[in-house]
Protein backbone atom coordinates (compact mmCIF):
# COMPACT_ATOMS: atom_id res chain seq x y z
CA UNK A 1 0.00 0.00 0.00
CA UNK A 2 1.37 3.60 -1.19
CA UNK A 3 0.47 7.31 -0.31
CA UNK A 4 -2.48 7.35 -2.50
CA UNK A 5 -3.76 4.20 -1.69
CA UNK A 6 -3.90 5.15 1.80
CA UNK A 7 -5.51 8.41 0.45
CA UNK A 8 -8.40 6.95 -1.42
CA UNK A 9 -8.61 3.89 1.38
CA UNK A 10 -9.57 7.21 3.70
CA UNK A 11 -11.73 8.97 1.84
CA UNK A 12 -13.77 5.49 1.46
CA UNK A 13 -13.62 4.99 5.11
CA UNK A 14 -14.88 8.72 6.13
CA UNK A 15 -17.77 8.90 3.56
CA UNK A 16 -18.87 5.41 4.33
CA UNK A 17 -18.80 5.67 8.26
CA UNK A 18 -22.01 6.99 7.99
CA UNK A 19 -23.78 5.95 5.52
CA UNK A 20 -25.50 2.28 5.69
CA UNK A 21 -23.46 0.62 3.75
CA UNK A 22 -20.03 -1.20 5.63
CA UNK A 23 -16.95 1.27 6.02
CA UNK A 24 -15.16 -1.48 6.84
CA UNK A 25 -16.69 -3.25 3.79
CA UNK A 26 -15.83 -0.92 1.54
CA UNK A 27 -12.76 -0.84 3.51
CA UNK A 28 -12.07 -4.54 2.48
CA UNK A 29 -13.08 -4.31 -1.53
CA UNK A 30 -10.91 -1.27 -1.59
CA UNK A 31 -8.13 -2.87 -0.01
CA UNK A 32 -8.55 -6.07 -2.69
CA UNK A 33 -8.98 -3.77 -5.84
CA UNK A 34 -6.01 -1.57 -4.69
CA UNK A 35 -4.07 -4.98 -4.26
CA UNK A 36 -2.99 -4.82 -0.90
CA UNK A 37 -1.19 -7.66 0.23
CA UNK A 38 -1.21 -6.79 3.90
CA UNK A 39 -1.12 -9.88 6.49
CA UNK A 40 -4.17 -9.71 8.59
CA UNK A 41 -2.73 -8.56 11.94
CA UNK A 42 -1.43 -4.89 9.50
CA UNK A 43 -4.78 -4.63 8.00
CA UNK A 44 -6.75 -4.48 10.91
CA UNK A 45 -4.14 -1.83 11.93
CA UNK A 46 -5.11 0.03 8.99
CA UNK A 47 -9.16 -0.71 9.89
CA UNK A 48 -8.57 0.52 13.34
CA UNK A 49 -6.86 3.61 12.27
CA UNK A 50 -9.51 4.62 10.10
CA UNK A 51 -12.39 3.91 12.53
CA UNK A 52 -10.26 5.78 15.28
CA UNK A 53 -10.37 8.94 12.87
CA UNK A 54 -14.16 8.60 12.03
CA UNK A 55 -14.46 8.32 15.67
CA UNK A 56 -12.88 11.91 16.50
CA UNK A 57 -14.70 12.98 13.29
CA UNK A 58 -18.19 12.06 15.37
CA UNK A 59 -16.97 13.84 18.52
CA UNK A 60 -16.48 16.92 16.40
CA UNK A 61 -19.68 16.84 14.99
CA UNK A 62 -21.41 15.79 18.26
CA UNK A 63 -19.20 18.01 20.44
CA UNK A 64 -21.84 20.27 22.28
CA UNK A 65 -24.35 16.58 22.76
CA UNK A 66 -21.28 14.97 24.13
CA UNK A 67 -20.10 18.19 26.45
CA UNK A 68 -24.18 18.27 27.54
CA UNK A 69 -23.71 14.25 28.71
CA UNK A 70 -21.03 15.17 30.38
CA UNK A 71 -22.38 18.23 32.78
CA UNK A 72 -25.24 16.14 33.44
CA UNK A 73 -23.32 13.18 34.68
CA UNK A 74 -21.67 15.13 36.72
CA UNK A 75 -24.55 16.19 38.33
CA UNK A 76 -25.07 12.95 39.79
CA UNK A 77 -28.23 13.09 38.68
CA UNK A 78 -30.48 10.35 37.66
CA UNK A 79 -31.61 13.13 34.95
CA UNK A 80 -31.95 12.85 30.90
CA UNK A 81 -27.75 12.82 30.20
CA UNK A 82 -27.28 10.23 32.36
CA UNK A 83 -29.58 7.90 31.62
CA UNK A 84 -28.41 8.79 27.99
CA UNK A 85 -25.06 7.73 28.83
CA UNK A 86 -26.09 4.51 30.57
CA UNK A 87 -28.09 3.36 27.73
CA UNK A 88 -24.71 4.26 25.35
CA UNK A 89 -23.31 2.06 28.05
CA UNK A 90 -25.57 -0.62 27.90
CA UNK A 91 -25.61 -0.36 24.44
CA UNK A 92 -21.45 -1.36 23.83
CA UNK A 93 -21.72 -4.49 26.04
CA UNK A 94 -22.51 -7.48 23.04
CA UNK A 95 -19.80 -5.77 20.93
CA UNK A 96 -17.13 -5.50 23.73
CA UNK A 97 -17.97 -9.47 24.81
CA UNK A 98 -17.71 -10.54 21.31
CA UNK A 99 -14.45 -8.54 20.60
CA UNK A 100 -12.46 -9.83 23.44
CA UNK A 101 -13.77 -13.61 23.26
CA UNK A 102 -13.63 -13.83 19.56
CA UNK A 103 -10.57 -11.31 18.64
CA UNK A 104 -8.69 -13.85 16.58
CA UNK A 105 -11.62 -15.16 14.87
CA UNK A 106 -12.80 -11.49 13.73
CA UNK A 107 -8.91 -10.58 12.75
CA UNK A 108 -9.02 -13.56 10.02
CA UNK A 109 -11.95 -11.59 8.16
CA UNK A 110 -9.99 -8.72 7.60
CA UNK A 111 -7.82 -10.63 5.14
CA UNK A 112 -8.91 -9.60 1.73
CA UNK A 113 -11.98 -12.17 1.48
CA UNK A 114 -14.03 -10.32 -0.82
CA UNK A 115 -16.72 -13.12 -1.43
CA UNK A 116 -17.75 -12.86 2.41
CA UNK A 117 -17.49 -9.06 2.19
CA UNK A 118 -20.64 -9.20 -0.64
CA UNK A 119 -22.92 -11.96 1.45
CA UNK A 120 -22.71 -9.74 4.48
CA UNK A 121 -23.55 -6.61 2.02
CA UNK A 122 -26.54 -8.18 1.03
CA UNK A 123 -27.25 -9.11 4.89
CA UNK A 124 -27.31 -5.56 5.31
CA UNK A 125 -29.52 -4.59 2.18
CA UNK A 126 -32.14 -7.14 3.53
CA UNK A 127 -31.55 -5.45 7.19
CA UNK A 128 -31.94 -1.83 5.51
CA UNK A 129 -34.99 -2.77 3.16
CA UNK A 130 -36.86 -4.21 6.36
CA UNK A 131 -36.13 -1.04 8.19
CA UNK A 132 -37.51 1.05 5.48
CA UNK A 133 -41.33 -1.04 5.42
CA UNK A 134 -40.83 -0.03 9.87
CA UNK A 135 -43.55 2.63 10.22
CA UNK A 136 -41.56 5.43 12.06
CA UNK A 137 -42.83 6.47 15.97
CA UNK A 138 -41.83 8.78 18.46
CA UNK A 139 -40.51 5.88 21.10
CA UNK A 140 -37.32 6.64 22.50
CA UNK A 141 -34.44 4.12 22.52
CA UNK A 142 -35.19 2.23 25.65
CA UNK A 143 -32.87 0.51 27.94
CA UNK A 144 -33.99 -2.73 26.65
CA UNK A 145 -33.47 -1.34 22.92
CA UNK A 146 -30.32 -0.12 23.54
CA UNK A 147 -29.20 -3.82 23.88
CA UNK A 148 -30.86 -4.83 21.56
CA UNK A 149 -29.30 -2.32 18.99
CA UNK A 150 -26.09 -3.10 20.91
CA UNK A 151 -26.22 -7.02 19.67
CA UNK A 152 -26.83 -5.45 16.48
CA UNK A 153 -23.78 -3.68 16.73
CA UNK A 154 -21.93 -7.07 17.87
CA UNK A 155 -22.91 -8.11 14.80
CA UNK A 156 -21.67 -5.46 12.55
CA UNK A 157 -18.15 -5.98 13.60
CA UNK A 158 -17.83 -8.11 10.92
CA UNK A 159 -16.77 -6.68 7.33
CA UNK A 160 -19.95 -6.38 5.36
CA UNK A 161 -22.27 -5.69 8.22
CA UNK A 162 -22.98 -1.98 7.95
CA UNK A 163 -22.93 -0.70 12.03
CA UNK A 164 -24.86 2.30 11.28
CA UNK A 165 -26.96 0.25 9.03
CA UNK A 166 -27.39 -2.43 11.29
CA UNK A 167 -27.86 -0.41 14.49
CA UNK A 168 -30.48 1.98 12.90
CA UNK A 169 -32.23 -0.38 11.15
CA UNK A 170 -32.69 -2.40 14.50
CA UNK A 171 -33.67 0.63 16.40
CA UNK A 172 -36.29 1.45 13.66
CA UNK A 173 -37.59 -1.49 13.38
CA UNK A 174 -37.92 -1.89 17.26
CA UNK A 175 -40.20 1.49 17.27
CA UNK A 176 -37.91 4.10 17.55
CA UNK A 177 -38.06 7.77 16.02
CA UNK A 178 -35.40 7.72 13.28
CA UNK A 179 -33.83 11.29 14.08
CA UNK A 180 -33.57 9.70 17.80
CA UNK A 181 -32.40 6.26 16.26
CA UNK A 182 -29.30 8.24 14.31
CA UNK A 183 -28.10 10.15 16.77
CA UNK A 184 -27.78 7.31 19.25
CA UNK A 185 -26.11 5.15 15.96
CA UNK A 186 -23.24 7.80 15.69
CA UNK A 187 -22.69 8.31 19.29
CA UNK A 188 -22.51 4.55 20.68
CA UNK A 189 -19.53 3.64 18.93
CA UNK A 190 -17.60 6.19 20.28
CA UNK A 191 -16.69 5.08 23.64
CA UNK A 192 -16.61 1.09 21.95
CA UNK A 193 -13.75 2.44 19.57
CA UNK A 194 -11.55 4.78 21.97
CA UNK A 195 -11.70 1.64 24.15
CA UNK A 196 -10.74 -1.26 21.67
CA UNK A 197 -8.20 1.24 20.16
CA UNK A 198 -6.27 2.06 23.60
CA UNK A 199 -7.01 -1.92 24.73
CA UNK A 200 -4.95 -2.89 21.66
CA UNK A 201 -2.15 -0.20 22.18
CA UNK A 202 -1.71 -0.90 25.93
CA UNK A 203 -1.77 -4.33 25.44
CA UNK A 204 0.72 -4.59 22.48
CA UNK A 205 -1.88 -6.39 20.20
CA UNK A 206 -1.46 -3.69 18.30
CA UNK A 207 1.43 -1.99 17.26
CA UNK A 208 3.39 0.91 15.03
CA UNK A 209 6.34 -0.87 14.93
CA UNK A 210 7.21 -2.41 11.73
CA UNK A 211 4.46 -0.12 9.97
CA UNK A 212 4.22 2.35 7.16
CA UNK A 213 3.80 5.56 9.84
CA UNK A 214 3.12 8.07 6.59
CA UNK A 215 -0.02 6.01 4.89
CA UNK A 216 -1.09 5.78 8.62
CA UNK A 217 -1.05 9.86 8.87
CA UNK A 218 -2.26 10.45 5.10
CA UNK A 219 -5.05 7.80 6.05
CA UNK A 220 -5.90 9.18 9.25
CA UNK A 221 -6.56 12.72 8.09
CA UNK A 222 -8.10 11.78 5.11
CA UNK A 223 -10.73 9.76 7.00
CA UNK A 224 -10.85 12.40 9.73
CA UNK A 225 -11.43 15.32 6.73
CA UNK A 226 -14.02 13.05 4.80
CA UNK A 227 -15.74 11.80 8.13
CA UNK A 228 -16.36 15.21 8.86
CA UNK A 229 -18.08 16.24 5.90
CA UNK A 230 -20.61 12.93 5.48
CA UNK A 231 -21.80 12.98 9.37
CA UNK A 232 -23.58 16.26 9.10
CA UNK A 233 -24.38 15.94 5.18
CA UNK A 234 -25.94 11.93 6.79
CA UNK A 235 -27.25 13.21 9.91
CA UNK A 236 -29.68 15.12 7.19
CA UNK A 237 -30.12 12.05 4.74
CA UNK A 238 -30.95 9.67 6.95
CA UNK A 239 -33.73 11.60 8.30
CA UNK A 240 -35.37 12.66 5.18
CA UNK A 241 -34.24 10.00 2.64
CA UNK A 242 -35.56 6.20 2.67
CA UNK A 243 -33.09 3.18 3.21
CA UNK A 244 -34.47 1.61 0.14
CA UNK A 245 -31.90 3.30 -1.67
CA UNK A 246 -28.93 2.43 0.43
CA UNK A 247 -30.46 -1.68 -0.13
CA UNK A 248 -30.16 -1.30 -3.20
CA UNK A 249 -26.60 -0.03 -3.74
CA UNK A 250 -25.67 -2.32 -0.72
CA UNK A 251 -27.51 -5.53 -2.98
CA UNK A 252 -25.63 -4.34 -6.12
CA UNK A 253 -21.93 -4.12 -4.66
CA UNK A 254 -22.69 -7.05 -2.79
CA UNK A 255 -23.46 -9.10 -6.12
CA UNK A 256 -20.49 -7.68 -7.88
CA UNK A 257 -18.16 -8.37 -5.25
CA UNK A 258 -19.12 -12.09 -5.06
CA UNK A 259 -19.17 -12.58 -8.85
CA UNK A 260 -15.67 -10.77 -9.02
CA UNK A 261 -14.55 -12.95 -6.39
CA UNK A 262 -14.76 -16.49 -8.54
CA UNK A 263 -12.60 -14.69 -11.30
Given at each position: ??????????????????L??????????G????????I?E???L?????????????????????????????????????Q???????????????G?????????????N?M????M???TA?????A?????T?????Y?N???I????????????????????????????????A????????????????????????????????????????????????????????????????A???L????I???????
Open positions: MDVLDALLLGIIQGLTEFPVSSSGHLELKAILGDNSPESLFTVVMHFATALSTIVIFRKDIIEIFKGIFKFQWNEETFATKIAISMIPAAVILLFEEELEAFFGGVFVGFLIVVLLWLDKAKNEKPVSSAFVGISQAIAMLPGISRSGATISTSVLLGNDKSKARFSFLMVVPLILGKVAKDMLSGDLTLEGSNSTILIVGFIAAFVAGLVACQWMIKLVRKSKLTYFVYCIVGIAIVVSNF
